[in-house]
T-cell receptor, first 113, second 112 residues
Framework: QKEVEQDPGPLSVPEGAIVSLNCTYS??????FMWYRQYSRKGPELLMY????GNKEDGRFTAQVDKSSKYISLFIRDSQPSDSATYLC?????????????FGKGTKLTVNP | DGGITQSPKYLFRKEGQNVTLSCEQN?????MYWYRQDPGQGLRLIYY???????QKGDIAEGYSVSREKKESFPLTVTSAQKNPTAFYLC???????????FGPGTRLTVT
């Protein structure tokens, strides 16, 4: 079983839709959770960072963590064509450094005008 | 304007040649990382460094080498020993002990 599982999609939605992106993980030691957005041929951009169960909101983006189910989600409200990108989840366990950041393989999202 | 720069954006080399990819950051970050990204594979860690003059192998270090002589710079050399060097290479940095990593724009290397 892979440490982090993420559905690669592709996911295609109409403009204005609510998008739900998800990752599951197997390592109960993971405590820090991140979502990155990567446009085609660009480097990933950090969108959200959280370390506790529950929701964290930033504008149209909401990150949700359920440690009991080992499941994290990113919700995008009122999706826009500019949200079309690949979304990567990432997570790590506290061990004195950030070298063990584990990434999902990414979900490709297309928002159609 | 703080950030991470990688150069060049595109790089073409013949098989058997070593090539060095540049990564510079002005974020005053202690730690720097090199990842390789292939379609369907996600990000794989090549090397990382948490302090000047020290670095550790990641999951796929074979065929690669790095140096960390300055805090701001972490160049990656792809040697002729790397069997499949064609890929998108990403450099990242973070404050030491902090998990949030910030990425550069990437270098796409093509070896023929």
């Amino acid at each position: 079983q892979k440490e982090v599982e993420q559905d690669p999609g592709p996911l295609s939605v109409p403009e204005g839709a609510i998008v739900s992106l998800n990752c599951t993980y197997s390592n109960s030691a993971f405590q820090y959770f991140m979502w990155y957005r990567q446009y085609s041929r660009k480097g990933p951009e950090l969108l959200m960072y959280t370390y506790s169960s529950g929701n964290k909101e930033d504008g149209r983006f909401t990150a949700q963590v359920d440690k009991s189910s080992k499941y994290i989600s990113l919700f995008i409200r009122d999706s826009q064509p500019s949200d079309s990108a690949t979304y990567l989840c990432a997570m790590s366990a506290p061990q004195g450094g950030s070298e063990k950041l584990v990434f999902g393989k990414g979900t490709k999202l297309t928002v159609n005008p | 304007d703080g950030g991470i720069t990688q150069s060049p954006k595109y790089l073409f080399r013949k098989e058997g040649q070593n090539v060095t990819l540049s990564c510079e950051q002005n974020l005053n970050h202690d730690a720097m990382y090199w990842y390789r990204q292939d379609p369907g594979q996600g990000l794989r860690l090549i090397y990382y460094s948490q302090i000047v003059n020290d670095f550790q192998k990641g999951d796929i270090a074979e065929g690669y080498s790095v140096s960390r002589e300055k805090k701001e710079s972490f160049p990656l050399t792809v040697t002729s020993a790397q069997k499949n060097p064609t890929a998108f290479y990403l450099c990242a940095s973070s404050m030491k002990g902090i998990d949030e990593q910030y990425f550069g724009p990437g270098t796409r290397l093509t070896v023929t």
